[in-house]
């Protein structure tokens, strides 16, 4: 039987852990996007590698991550991989001059009022979640970090993209 | 030597006590400004050195003055990117 020190030392730890924010990890299933309210069309993303970013239009190494989410979509979208980009912008105009400003070469969706973000807590501006074709997040970007986000991602898709399809 | 026998009231006790501690900070009413919640912090207006050129003749007066360079700001703004 516990000692009360150590019941209570134990206690406090869990309480401890569960205010800690839950934020979405490797291994965790990616909330659907369909049910997430987003406005703009949504690509087929079953059984394929999916690139979800979360960007704004107010955070300078979103729109630096910009050029390179681009890259890969044409990169690799003859082999399966789909990059969604969710603006979690509260101003519609803001977002819609972004993505008018820099014709992103990938889908760009509008989670307007932040259900998604909320769903998935990001713990930085921009974060973005490697999806294998399993719907389970893989790997969790936080931050771009110039070429060394867009050489770790494509080591990753990469891995990602040799996986076979789990069965329908 | 006898143990005293209050000692697991007393662990009891301090042990609440750290929980209530605890629950202080879970508190649903303090304000925690999500990464996604921004947009206001990262404004052009919320940066105090807008002007250059002041910014720069401060930083030369307190270098004349105090020899005091560097060690002014951080990088981005309020928005907490990267």
């Not at chain 2, 202080?24 to 400004?33: D, I, Q, S, T, Y």
């Amino acid at each position: 039987m516990l000692q009360p020190t150590r019941f209570f030392l134990a206690a406090a730890l869990a309480w401890s852990a569960a205010i800690v924010r839950a934020d979405l990890k490797a291994g965790d299933p990616f909330p659907s996007l369909a049910a997430a309210g987003l406005s703009g069309p949504l690509p087929a993303t079953e059984r394929r590698v999916v690139l979800v970013d979360f960007w704004a239009s107010w955070c300078g190494p979103c729109k630096a991550s910009f050029p390179a989410y681009s890259k890969l979509q044409s990169d690799y979208a003859n082999r399966g991989l789909v990059v969604v980009a969710v603006s979690v912008d509260e101003n519609a105009a803001a977002y819609e001059r972004f993505v008018k400003n820099l014709h992103p070469q990938f889908v760009t969706v509008h989670d307007k009022a932040q259900q998604l973000v909320r769903q998935v807590k990001v713990p930085t501006m921009p974060t973005c979640y490697v999806i294998g074709r399993d719907g389970k997040v893989r790997f969790v970007h936080q931050g771009f970090h110039g070429e060394d986000s867009a050489r770790e991602l494509r080591q990753e898709i990469d891995t990602l993209l040799a996986e076979s399809a789990p069965p329908s | 030597m006898k143990a005293n026998p209050f000692r697991p009231f007393l662990a009891a006790l301090l042990g609440a006590l750290g929980l209530a501690v605890l629950g202080g900070c879970a508190n649903a009413k303090l304000v925690r400004v999500q990464p996604w919640e921004r947009a206001t912090l990262a404004d052009y207006t919320m940066n105090p050195a807008r002007d250059p050129l002041a910014t720069v003749n401060a930083e030369h007066v307190y270098f004349s003055r105090e020899s005091a360079s560097g060690g002014r700001g951080v990088g981005g703004s309020g928005c907490g990117c990267n």
